[in-house]
Nanobody
Framework: EVQLVESGGGLVQAGESLRLSCATS????????LGWFRQAPRREREAVSC????????YYADSVKGRFTISSDNVKNTVYLQMNNLKPEDTAVYYC?????????????????WGQGTQVTVSS
């Protein structure tokens, strides 16, 4: 069973930054897509970003392009989400997920293995 543990969430003011981390137990780390998703209260889960760990190809939602950066450490089996210039509308629970690219980024709903989430709150 794949395990994913997110960390790094918190309360910040608009314009500030946070870096989320997701430690995984994926055995062959560079064969997967790892993604970040978020869900705000009373809203559907939203895809934020995805990375193909084997070749570093990245995908971003339009709402975070230019502000968020996804990266991976293939030695530590960890994926990161650097979030800059945070806005109140970025407030949500952020989830890490692992799966195939098709399943995570190009399927609705996305499917894969999920972490428990970490809360990000951005005050105005």
């Amino acid at each position: 069973e794949v395990q994913l543990v997110e960390s790094g969430g918190g309360l910040v003011q608009a314009g500030e930054s946070l870096r989320l981390s997701c430690a995984t137990s994926v055995f062959t780390f560079d064969d997967y897509a790892l993604g970040w998703f978020r869900q705000a209260p009373r809203r559907e889960r939203e895809a934020v970003s995805c990375i193909i760990t084997g070749d570093g190809i990245t995908y971003y939602a339009d709402s975070v392009k230019g502000r968020f950066t996804i990266s991976s450490d293939n030695v530590k089996n960890t994926v990161y989400l650097q979030m800059n210039n945070l806005k109140p509308e970025d407030t949500a629970v952020y989830y890490c997920a692992v799966g195939s690219l098709k399943g995570l980024w190009f399927s609705d709903p996305p499917f894969g293995s999920w972490g428990q989430g970490t809360q990000v709150t951005v005050s105005s």
